[in-house]
């Protein structure tokens, strides 16, 4: 029988911002499941425990995500962008540090405008009909 020795996938652990990522990479490429997730993270540390690492990077991760994800998708008969292009694109996007700083702005904008929405709105209102005049 085999001994498991250092590098073997069982004691590598992906650090929970890269989890994180993936999932949110799967969620935004609306992969069915959880099945996407799992194959991507199994397939990351195995490539690390290949290389004789243990420490997994988000390097790593775009080296093996397109080969899990781009078959994973609903294909568009009318979509010019392949699937593998399209995931690596995203993985790109996601991994840029001035994308994320505009994303988290653009998320942050959107929760102001919903806080002053709810304030102009007088309490007890349900803002349905409008008044007859």
Known sequence: MIRCNYCCPCRIKVP??????ISD???????????????????????????G???????????VISGCLNHRLRKDPLDPIDSGTKVQ????RLTD???????????????AAKEAAKKNKKSGSWGGLPSRR
């Open 53 to 63: 690492r243990d420490q997994v990077t988000a390097a790593d991760v775009g080296r």
């Open 89 to 92: 694109l995203l993985f790109k």
């Open 16 to 21: 929970k911002n890269l989890q994180l990522l």
């Open 97 to 111: 540090p001035e994308f994320v700083k505009r994303e988290e702005m653009k998320r942050k904008q959107e929760e």
């Open 25 to 51: 990479m799967c969620s935004r490429l609306n992969v069915d499941g959880l099945r996407g997730d799992l194959v991507v993270n199994r397939a990351v540390k195995a490539l690390v425990a290949l290389e």
